[in-house]
């Protein structure tokens, strides 16, 4: 069931989409040569908890970070290590989510690291690209489907291969919810959009093929090919006449 947000709940709702966007701007500073990812997570944790807000990732099915921090042909749901040591040239996404008053919020983008290839710096404009033209579709009274297929005819036009494994989701009281969201669909199929909805759209794109696979760690999502993957996301919440980004 596609649960409906109240214009308070999703006053809420933006209340925890801000400190999500505050740490994300964070991290596009942050994230540079020689910095780890547990330090980008410290920093993501100390922002979300300074707004008086909780993590929503950290002890999710015991995952063990405040943010995902996936570099280069890691999709998402990449662990924070000392260990792992961003250089010139990566690209991280990095993916969080805050949780306040009763609420959830999420939003990820993928980071160049330094100077980043013609390729990889493609994939990230393009990857972002496919995710405001799907927004830009958002009203009420159009199929989720319509969305979907937003998504899947950009990254098509620029080659690029789609994670069809993983998906976004609706976001509320929980951090997922009805329905999932798929990166490839059909125009006129799905739920219809209405009101009071709050979605989290996330293309995830590879410059390679669609295929993934899960680390040893059991939550890291890699490239098959081992081809960079990036991966951008907004919270919105659907209005009268359109939509609402709530963590820009
Ligand atoms: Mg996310
Ligand atoms: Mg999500």
Redesign the pocket.
Same mark, same amino acid.
């Given at each position: 069931m596609i649960e409906l947000k109240n214009s308070e709940e999703i006053e809420k709702m933006r209340a925890a989409g801000k400190i999500v966007a505050k740490v994300l701007a964070t991290m596009q500073v942050e994230a540079v040569p020689g910095v780890s990812t547990w330090q980008l997570d410290q920093i993501a944790e100390e922002i979300i908890r300074g707004c008086g807000a909780v993590p929503s990732f950290l002890g999710y099915g015991g995952f063990p970070g405040s943010i995902?921090a996936s570099i280069n042909e890691e999709v *998402?749901h990449g662990i924070p290590s000392k260990n792992r040591i961003l250089k010139e040239g990566d690209i991280v996404g990095i !993916? *969080?989510?805050a949780y306040l008053n009763g609420f959830h919020a !999420?939003?990820?983008l993928t980071v160049p690291v330094g100077k980043v290839s013609s390729e990889a710096s493609r994939l990230l404009t393009l990857t972002k690209k496919s995710l405001n033209k799907a927004l830009e579709l958002i009203k009420p009274g159009i199929h989720l489907g319509d969305v979907q297929h937003a998504v899947e005819t950009y990254a098509t036009a620029g080659g690029f291969g789609i994670v069809r494994d993983y998906c976004g989701h609706g976001v509320g009281r929980k951090l997922h919810e009805d329905p999932s969201i798929p990166n490839f669909g059909n125009k006129g199929t799905g739920p219809v959009l209405k009101e009071g909805m709050t979605l989290?759209i #996330?293309p995830m794109l590879n410059l390679g093929g669609d295929d993934v696979e899960v680390l040893d760690n059991n939550w890291t999502v890699v490239t098959t090919d081992g081809s960079y993957s990036a991966?951008f #996301?907004h919270t919105v919440a659907v209005t009268q006449k359109g939509y609402l980004i709530l963590t820009a």
């Open positions: 995902c *998402v !993916d *969080v989510g !999420d939003s990820a989290a #996330e991966h #996301e």
